[in-house]
Every structure is written in C-alpha cells, then in structure tokens.
C-alpha cells in the first residue's frame, strides 16, 4: 500500500510538472507542425548531406529506407589522395553518398536526425534550438563542422525549428552511431 502511495504521488507530481512546463518546451505532434517542418527539411536541404544515397544512372538519390540517418557508421571512406587538399587545389571532398566531407577542418560526418538514441532521440527541443542558434553540439558541446550551414539555420524562427524538431521526431528512428569528426591530416586531437 505505501509502495503504492508513493507510485501515486511520484505520478502526480511528474504530471503537474509537465503540465507546468511551456508550450514551447515539448515537440509538437500536431500534424500541421510536423507537415510544415517536413517543408522546411525538405527545401533547407537536409537529405543533400544526412541521409545515404544510392548511386543512379542520374546522379545520387536518396537512399529512402535510411531518411536522414546520417553517414553510415559501416562505411569506409575512401583514401584520399595527397595533396588534393591544398591552396589552388581542392578546398574540401564528399564520399559518393555525400554524408561525409573532407576539408581543411578535418572529416565531418553527417549526424543522424532520426529519433533513435543513437541520433536525436535524447535530444530536446530547446537542444535542438541552442545548436541552430550557437553551432554546438547538443547546443552546449563540441563545434558542429562544416558543412553543417547552422548560422543560416540558426536565423530561423523558433517556431520553424520547432516545426523541423516536430518533423524530425516523426521519422523512423534508425539505429546508426555516426562516427566522431576525425581532425585535419597531420594533426592529432
């Protein structure tokens, strides 16, 4: 009975929390959320760099049985040859599939946007947001590399990368741990 009581109380307090906390703290399920943040991923580019492609007589498509699960943590990248990357030569490189690039900050592999755990599934919102708007990881870590556009992302409104969070968590979660960034060619971490 008093096991049970406390079940009770602890249930009770975690709702009144919930129910306490901003509107604009929990990621919108509402259909028209989600539909507009599909929008805004669709024509902000986001599968052009985190989701897989299949090579085709056209060009790269979008691998759609991996939407937006970033570089694949399987795959190998490809050697690259020396001195490609140089003043006058290359400024950066792209594996075929476009999920991870090659430049003077290093290797950088797109992150996987899924809900999964192993890509935004632990994730907030407000995470989320912080990260568009300060170009860290989780909003408070490591620097997210280039490519990734974020200062032009970070200029939306909250309610656009709420509506693109909403989007996000909508997905199928997919079960990919991207690798770290590697650093520049003759550097160590």
Known sequence: MRNSLLLIALYCACSVAMAQQ???????????????GRYLVTVGGCNDCHSPKIQTA??????????????????????LPPGLLAPGQWGAVTTSDETAW????????AANLTPDPTGLGNWTVEMFINSMRNGKYMGISR???????????????DKDLEAI?????????????????????????
């Open 102 to 109: 090659v430049g003077a900050w290093g290797t950088s592999f």
């Open 58 to 79: 056209q060009g790269p498509v979008v691998d759609t049985s991996r939407l937006l699960s970033g570089h694949p943590a399987n795959e190998r990248l490809p050697e």
């Open 22 to 36: 901003p509107a604009k703290h929990r990621v919108s399920k509402d259909a028209a959320a989600v539909a507009r």
């Open 143 to 157: 620097p997210i590399l280039p490519p990734m556009p974020w200062a032009y992302y970070g200029k939306m409104s």
């Open 165 to 189: 969070f909403a989007y996000l968590r909508s997905l199928r979660p997919i079960a990919n741990l991207v690798p770290e960034a590697l650093p520049p060619a003759g550097t160590s971490r």
